[in-house]
Nanobody, 119 residues
Framework: QVQLVESGGGLVQPGGSLRLSCAASGSIFGINAMGWYRQAPGNQRELVALITSGGRTNYADSVKGRFTISRDNARNMVYLQMNSLKPEDTAVYYC?????????????WGKGTLVTVSS
C-alpha cells in the first residue's frame, strides 16, 4: 500500500557530492519521521540521518557537517545531500518512513540505492 523509491545513488570520487531522493506514495494519511539508513557489506544497517515532520534533524556522528537531510511534506519526499564523501560512506542507502494510514501506523522501507565512493 505504501511504496518508497530512492534515487540518486552512483559512483563518485572521494570529496565529491551526491544528492539522494526518496518518494513515498500510496495510501498515506501522514508521515511522522523520515530517515536515511545505510548498510555496507558485512556491516549492520545504521542510521545516517533522521528528520521529523516538524523539521528536527538527527545525524550519525560520522556524517555530521557533511550530510544534510531535508524533506518536502507536501510531496512526501525526503532528501539527503551528501558532501565531502569518503570511501567509508560506500553503502546501500535506504529510505525509511513512519507512516500512518487506514492500517494504522507502520514503518516502511525502500529497496535501497547504492553509493560508491572510489577513485
Amino acid at each position: 500500500q505504501v511504496q518508497l523509491v530512492e534515487s540518486g545513488g552512483g559512483l563518485v570520487q572521494p570529496g565529491g557530492s551526491l544528492r539522494l531522493s526518496c518518494a513515498a506514495s500510496g495510501s498515506i494519511f501522514g508521515i511522522n519521521a523520515m530517515g536515511w539508513y545505510r548498510q555496507a557489506p558485512g556491516n549492520q544497517r545504521e542510521l545516517v540521518a533522521l528528520i521529523t515532520s516538524g523539521g528536527r534533524t538527527n545525524y550519525a556522528d560520522s556524517v555530521k557537517g557533511r550530510f544534510t537531510i531535508s524533506r518536502d511534506n507536501a510531496r512526501n519526499m525526503v532528501y539527503l545531500q551528501m558532501n565531502s564523501l569518503k570511501p567509508e560512506d560506500t553503502a546501500v542507502y535506504y529510505c525509511n518512513a513512519d507512516v500512518y494510514n487506514s492500517r494504522g501506523r507502520m514503518d516502511y522501507w525502500g529497496k535501497g540505492t547504492l553509493v560508491t565512493v572510489s577513485s
